[in-house]
């Protein structure tokens, strides 16, 4: 499957402070999807937004969708240690196959 | 139950060894995946099963084998592996992708 990209490659912020994460694709899409993965173990998906979604929030989480882009942001706030992790998008076209993000490495520094 | 559990969580096999991944889910998902993750790369796809019948197969070695005996569970069967086959292997399952996937915490895997 084709990757899509995600920028930044790696993030550093001190915590309490505000990440965003961004991810671009290349075809058309049914939904967007976020998940996190901590070191070497499974991944957690956190958010789903639909192609005629705009903008969506969890908690301290906000994603965001741009379909005209082609594009979607992952806003964390008030980060804490706890949110470090490497953080994926991932694009579904009802297919049954996810196309990934090269993933965001976010460290939150205490 | 909104889990997937798969066992074992860590697996070191020689070359000639067969081995086997299990995966289990209860919560009625119709859709079961295998995925393989090296370090710092996003997961790739290899298997997909639907309904209990093989809908995709990524262009997977021979070596790989994949056997699902009911709605619940996934088998992966492993025989002559490489060393470059050493990875994370990933279970997920789905309702047809409209909430997202549910991943198992995976098997680390190292071939040697």
């Known amino acids: 499957s084709q990757q899509g990209e995600e920028d930044p490659q790696a993030l550093s912020i001190q915590e309490g402070e505000n990440a965003t994460m961004n991810c671009s694709y290349k075809t058309s899409i049914n939904n967007l999807q976020w998940y996190r993965q901590n070191s070497g173990r499974g991944l957690v998906h956190l958010i789903l937004?639909?192609?005629n979604e705009r903008e969506k929030h969890s908690g301290r989480l906000r994603v965001t969708l741009d379909t005209s882009k082609k594009s979607s942001s992952l806003l964390i706030t008030a980060s804490r240690a706890a949110d470090t992790a490497s953080y994926f998008c991932a694009t579904d076209d009802s297919n049954y196959q996810l196309i990934w993000g090269a993933g965001t490495k976010l460290i939150i520094k205490p | 139950d909104t889990e997937v559990t798969q066992t074992p969580k860590h697996l070191v096999m020689g070359m000639t060894n067969k081995k086997s991944l299990k995966c289990e889910q209860h919560m009625g998902h119709r859709a079961m995946y295998w995925y393989k993750q090296k370090a710092k790369k996003p997961p790739e796809l290899m298997f997909v099963?639907?309904?209990?019948?093989?809908?995709i197969n990524e262009s997977v070695p021979s070596r790989f084998s994949p056997e699902c005996p009911n709605s619940s569970l996934l088998n992966l069967h492993l025989h002559a592996l490489q060393p470059e086959d050493s990875a994370l292997y990933l279970c997920a399952s789905s309702q047809e992708g409209v909430y997202g996937y549910t991943f198992g915490s995976g098997t680390r895997l190292t071939v040697v």
């Open positions: 099963y639907s309904y209990e019948k093989l809908s």
């Open positions: 937004i639909r192609s």
